[in-house]
T-cell receptor, first 114, second 110 residues
Framework: ETGVTQTPRHLVMGMTNKKSLKCEQHLGHNAMYWYKQSAKKPLELMFVYSLEERVENNSVPSRFSPECPNSSHLFLHLHTLQPEDSALYLC?????????????FGSGTQLSVL | DQQVKQNSPSLSVQEGRISILNCDYTNSMFDYFLWYKKYPAEGPTFLISISSIKDKNEDGRFTVFLNKSAKHLSLHIVPSQPGDSAVYFCAASAGNMLTFGGGTRLMVKP
């Protein structure tokens, strides 16, 4: 399998649930990202990991907790979310983690918080 | 305030004609620009990019133009094909910051 794979594709959760989003990249890249796309809003960067170390946290609430166990895997742990957190969550990777590099995105997880 | 804006949320074009998608930015420090295309139920895919030292970059049917004085870039698709129907995002980078626009939905009618 090639590219960036995200699971699950769809997730419905209650505000008291705990769930995790998973991302795996098969491109040998050194950097991985979580982006959020809300309806009618631009893509928002949430977290950046380069060589498994977090280098950017764009003031994301603590109810979102990322984990990067190795350069190929990235998780986003979710707990006590709010309905306004419903959005498409996209994982991406790039070779070196530079902002001028092209990003390779997964298909996303469409999250609904009830 | 949004630093990268795509003011047209949607655009409809006839097959075979030219599609022009526009993007405006406010930060003069942006020095690299990228366009991504997104189909429904898929992640965005990279399309074409341009450095601020250039004013044009071409790749097949896709050409990106950069007007630094106007802080404006545009993506031209010619000829447009029904398979080009998608949402197009522009993005701009400065240092370690990448900022996306809100996207324009292109519909190419047969």
């Amino acid at each position: 399998e090639t590219g960036v794979t995200q699971t699950p594709r769809h997730l419905v959760m209650g505000m008291t649930n705990k769930k995790s989003l998973k991302c795996e990249q098969h491109l040998g890249h050194n950097a991985m990202y979580w982006y959020k796309q809300s309806a009618k809003k631009p893509l928002e960067l949430m977290f950046v990991y380069s060589l498994e170390e977090r280098v950017e946290n764009n003031s994301v609430p603590s109810r979102f907790s990322p984990e990067c166990p190795n350069s190929s895997h990235l998780f986003l742990h979710l707990h006590t979310l709010q309905p306004e957190d419903s959005a498409l969550y996209l994982c991406a990777s790039s070779q070196y983690g530079r902002a001028d590099e092209k990003l390779f995105f997964g298909s996303g997880t469409q999250l609904s918080v009830l | 305030d949004q630093q990268v804006k795509q003011n047209s949320p949607s655009l409809s074009v006839q097959e075979g004609r030219i599609s022009i998608l526009n993007c405006d930015y406010t930060n003069s420090m942006f020095d690299y620009f990228l366009w991504y295309k997104k189909y429904p139920a898929e992640g965005p895919t990279f399309l074409i990019s341009i450095s601020s030292i250039k004013d044009k970059n071409e790749d097949g049917r896709f050409t990106v133009f950069l007007n630094k004085s106007a802080k404006h870039l545009s993506l031209h698709i010619v000829p447009s094909q029904p398979g080009d129907s998608a949402v197009y995002f522009c993005a701009a980078s400065a240092g370690n910051m990448l900022t996306f626009g809100g996207g324009t939905r292109l519909m190419v009618k047969p």
